[in-house]
């Protein structure tokens, strides 16, 4: 079982940045990658890919620019810097371990999810 802990969120003003880091611990040897997932409404938006095996770093085309993956390999930590805020990326982020060979966007394909941290964007 894998154990995943998100960290980072708060109120930030449009045009700002946030880093939000997801702590992973446990059985992590099948691990694949790790996914961040976004919920604003009802339906939860894939953000971005960080492999676990591999270097990779995956993010949509539509949020390129904006956002980026990393991970810290000696604190066992990935994280998802977010800039030029805008009030749309108002939501509850979640990372999420995967155990699926291949990069992916599917959220059914991730076995184990954090609590989830609050990101507030408003002036």
């Known amino acids: 079982q894998v154990q995943l802990v998100e960290s980072g969120g708060g109120l930030v003003r449009p045009g700002g940045s946030v880093r939000l880091s997801c702590a992973v611990s446990g059985r992590t040897d099948n691990m694949y990658g790790v996914g961040w997932f976004r919920q604003g409404g009802v339906e939860r938006e894939f953000v971005a890919f960080i492999?676990?095996?591999?270097?990779?770093?995956i993010v949509p085309d539509a949020l390129q620019g904006r956002f980026t993956g990393s991970r810290d390999k000696a604190k066992n930590t990935v994280h998802l810097q977010i800039d030029s805020l805008k009030i749309e990326d108002t939501g509850v982020y979640y990372c999420?371990?995967?155990?699926?060979?291949?990069?992916?966007?599917?959220?059914?394909?991730?076995?184990?999810w954090g609590q989830g941290t609050r990101v507030t964007v408003s002036s």
């Open positions: 492999g676990w095996r591999r270097d990779e770093s």
């Open positions: 999420a371990a995967t155990s699926y060979p291949y990069v992916t966007h599917r959220s059914s394909r991730y076995d184990s």
